[in-house]
């Protein structure tokens, strides 16, 4: 069954870019984090007067530089509505039939794809789009939202049917991933592009890569990995491995709605 990239990854809300000081307040909060583990104790009030200063204008570049990349993060997704809505099928006018012909005619129409599963050439249809994400990727690629420009970018691509161009960006994403969730969540989308492009080695490696990286306690996120093995095994007709994948799913996560995905999926093998 084919997951879109949206649907595997909640965790990548579009509905928060619409307000960039979401962003900006991340930064912070990150900030202040590393600076309450981190203190350092030495002699003479001068010399610690002096470490704070630079403490405090390395720290206030730091929030600057975020604060632009989430703005820009956030600019750019506007950018991505708009093209996108521009791609969306038309529906038309149902005739004037009355309330009740125009709800049957419409319940018996077919239903349009959404533009979310539609294939094209994204560079050419979100050309905006795409310099936007790039660009913000290459000036302010080490900020968070410069992590998450690779992964929604990377996601457009793999969406529409262009699974190679998004491995590099999710290559990319993993390395510069800010914390073991965003690591994982960034091999988990490489895996997704590798299995899309019927290389199943690749895609068991990124999967087990995320599954390494994501922390035992975040039970959405490794039943999904562990699924994604059993899966790319099936796909690739190696039903041993996949039985025993489906296993490792029911061990590690038992009673819970993955543990039931997998049984139902091992009692289909075949």
Request: glycine fraction near 8%; hydrophobic fraction near 45%.
């Amino acid at each position: 069954m084919s997951t879109s990239f949206s649907e595997s990854f909640p965790h990548l809300d579009k509905k928060a870019l619409k307000r960039p000081d979401g962003f900006v307040t991340q930064a912070r909060n990150a900030a202040g984090s590393m600076s309450r583990q981190s203190r350092l104790w030495v002699a003479g009030l001068g010399t610690v007067l002096a470490i704070a200063a630079i403490a405090g204008f390395v720290s206030n570049r730091r929030d600057a530089k975020a604060a632009k990349a989430g703005e820009t993060l956030f600019q750019v997704h506007k950018i991505e509505q708009q093209e996108l809505a521009a791609l969306a099928p038309a529906t038309p006018a149902p005739a004037s039939t009355g309330k009740e012909g125009a709800a049957k005619k419409a319940a018996e129409a077919p239903q349009k794809p959404s533009v979310d599963s539609l294939k094209f050439d994204v560079d050419a249809k979100l050309s905006a789009t795409v310099k936007g994400y790039r660009d913000l990727i290459a000036q302010l690629g080490d900020t968070r939202p410069g992590f998450e420009a690779r992964l929604l970018l990377g996601g457009l691509y793999l969406n529409h049917g262009e699974a190679a161009k998004a491995v590099p960006l999710f290559e990319d994403a993993g390395k510069t991933a800010p914390d073991a969730i965003e690591k994982a969540s960034a091999l988990s989308s490489l895996g997704y592009a590798h299995e899309a492009l019927g290389k199943a080695p690749e895609a068991l490696a990124a999967f087990e890569a995320a599954l390494a990286a994501a922390p035992k306690d975040h039970a959405g996120l490794r039943g999904d990995l562990l699924l994604s093995v059993a899966r790319v095994h099936e796909g690739a007709k190696d039903l041993a491995r996949a039985r025993q994948a489906y296993d490792r799913v029911i061990s590690e996560l038992p009673s819970s709605e993955f543990a039931k995905a997998a049984e139902q999926s091992k009692l289909q093998l075949q």
